[in-house]
């Protein structure tokens, strides 16, 4: 993976246990949205992706480039695979039961991705220090081993619900079924 130094984890940077407090694993991982455009099931043209935590420490998903995603014709849309990688990393910092936003996304695009291929995405940290999470994606196509079409690096920065009630709405969210709590 190219990155910059600024989601490159600080030595010494601890990755926090699976034991902490997160979902066992094994636990598939439910919307936190519906609407989403990552993992809502009500969007009509999101990425509907429906995570599980494999070891309780990474996340994986699937994601088949429809028509809704493409960019040059049938193929898929850089920004696109750029939602799904922030989606799946977004999904693998919740495992920490805080809520965090993206604050950096470096993304390297390996292959193109053709309208109908299923990438499988996997993400996972690399360390927290503070505030800060330095996480990682891949996106491989047409299996768990197949070739990587694209790679992500994430900056995620740790945020209050104030944040989101401030500048969201909070309420929509608390209003929806959660597999488990963020803030228990
Ligand atoms: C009810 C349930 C709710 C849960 C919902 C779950 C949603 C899941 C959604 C999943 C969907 C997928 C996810 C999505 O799509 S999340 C949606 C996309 N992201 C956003 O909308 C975030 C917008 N940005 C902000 O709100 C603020 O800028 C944040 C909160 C990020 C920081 O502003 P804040 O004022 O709070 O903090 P700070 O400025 O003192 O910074 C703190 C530290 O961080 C460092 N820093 C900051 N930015 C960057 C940067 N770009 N590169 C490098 N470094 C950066 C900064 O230098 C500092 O470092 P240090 O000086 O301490 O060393």
Same mark, same amino acid.
């Given at each position: 993976?190219?990155?910059?130094?600024?989601?490159?984890?600080?030595?010494?940077?601890?990755?926090?246990?699976?034991?902490?407090?997160?979902?066992?694993?094994?636990?598939?991982?439910?919307?936190?949205?519906?609407?989403?455009?990552?993992?809502?099931?009500?969007?009509?043209?999101?990425?509907?992706?429906?995570?599980?935590?494999?070891?309780?420490?990474?996340?994986?998903?699937?994601?088949?480039?429809? %028509?809704?995603?493409? &960019? /040059? @014709?049938?193929?898929?849309?850089?920004?696109?695979? =750029? #939602?799904?990688?922030? $989606? !799946?990393?977004?999904?693998?910092?919740?495992?920490?039961?805080?809520?965090?936003?993206?604050?950096?996304?470096?993304?390297?695009?390996?292959?193109?991705?053709?309208?109908?291929?299923?990438?499988?995405?996997?993400?996972?940290?690399?360390?927290?220090?503070?505030?800060?999470?330095?996480?990682?994606? %891949?996106?491989?196509? &047409? /299996? @768990?081993?197949?070739?990587?079409?694209?790679?992500? =690096? #994430?900056?995620?920065? $740790? !945020?209050?619900?104030?944040?989101?009630?401030?500048?969201?709405?909070?309420?929509?969210?608390?209003?929806?079924?959660?597999?488990?709590?963020?803030?228990?």
């Amino acid at each position: 993976m190219t990155r910059s130094s600024l989601t490159t984890p600080p030595a010494g940077a601890a990755v926090p246990s699976p034991e902490a407090g997160g979902p066992e694993p094994g636990t598939t991982l439910g919307s936190h949205y519906s609407r989403c455009f990552g993992c809502g099931t009500e969007h009509p043209t999101g990425l509907h992706l429906a995570a599980r935590t494999p070891d309780g420490a990474t996340v994986e998903a699937e994601f088949t480039v429809g %028509e809704a995603h493409q &960019g /040059a @014709p049938r193929l898929a849309h850089g920004g696109v695979l =750029a #939602a799904a990688m922030d $989606e !799946v990393i977004g999904m693998s910092v919740y495992l920490f039961r805080k809520p965090y936003v993206t604050g950096r996304l470096e993304t390297d695009y390996l292959l193109p991705v053709p309208v109908g291929t299923t990438l499988h995405l996997r993400a996972w940290c690399n360390g927290i220090v503070g505030r800060k999470a330095y996480l990682e994606a %891949e996106g491989r196509i &047409g /299996a @768990p081993d197949g070739p990587v079409a694209v790679r992500a =690096a #994430a900056l995620f920065i $740790e !945020v209050d619900m104030a944040h989101f009630a401030e500048h969201g709405d909070v309420a929509a969210i608390a209003a929806e079924h959660h597999d488990y709590e963020v803030n228990p």
